[in-house]
């Protein structure tokens, strides 16, 4: 079964570095997204990515975070500098349809620790 | 802004048992809903999409329904089994993205 793919499972990095978390989407996907979950809150929104732009991004998508899709099979997510708060699981997921008429298929995550 | 909750927040269960979860969202103008599993430190996995336009979803042994006009979803699973244990999110899709309940966590014993 096809399924989204993420990439390192957990990274632990200090405050100011760079980091990049890198996702495989279902191939015949067209929507990409990043949501995030810090330990013990909801799962939330970061960006929704589609024809080679971002569609949509909340709040906490500030100029720190950028997307790319380098490729034709990678979807990244970059965090210029992380602080402690950016500490969390984050998941990449795709759609073959846009969100409000297709469901969303979510990779296993990427835990990212900022000290 | 829409805000999803979920309850109870953690439910325990003997094998066997018919349980319901339950999902309520402030903001009726949805899209669709979906309901997801998550199993502790990993991912999220589809289990069920509701269209706005649909009563209810049916996957095996879950039964998921959705009364927009009243902001409600439940979550029904049947002859609940040990593997079943895990925690179960609601997510709600209004512009552009899902929102997300704070998820129940069901333990099924066996």
């Known amino acids: 079964e096809p399924e989204v793919t993420q990439t390192p499972s957990h990274q632990v990095t200090q405050m100011g570095q760079e980091v990049i978390l890198r996702c495989v989407p279902i191939s015949n996907h067209l929507y990409f997204y990043w949501y995030r979950q810090i330990l013990g809150q909801k799962v939330e929104f970061l960006v929704s990515f589609y024809n080679n732009e971002i569609s949509e991004k909340s709040e906490i998508f500030d100029d720190q975070f950028s997307v790319e899709r380098p490729d034709g099979s990678n979807f990244t997510l970059k965090i210029r500098s992380t602080k402690l708060e950016d500490s969390a699981m984050y998941f990449c997921a795709s759609s073959a349809l846009r969100t409000e008429t297709g469901e969303l298929f979510f990779g296993e995550g990427s835990r990212l620790t900022v000290l | 802004k829409q805000e999803v909750t979920q309850i109870p927040a953690a439910l325990s269960v003997p094998e066997g048992e018919n349980l319901v979860l339950n999902c309520s969202f402030t903001d009726s103008a949805i899209y669709n809903l979906q309901w997801f599993r998550q199993d502790p430190g990993k991912g999220l996995t589809s289990l069920l999409l509701?269209?706005?336009?649909?009563r209810e979803q049916t996957s095996g042994r879950l039964n998921a329904s959705l009364d927009k006009s009243s902001g409600r979803s439940t979550l029904y699973i049947a002859a609940s089994q040990p593997g079943d244990s895990a925690t179960y999110l609601c997510?709600?899709?209004?512009?552009?993205?899902?929102?997300f309940g704070k998820g129940t966590l069901l333990t099924v014993n066996p």
């Open positions: 997510a709600v899709c209004g512009n552009y993205k899902l929102t």
């Open positions: 509701i269209q706005s336009s649909q």
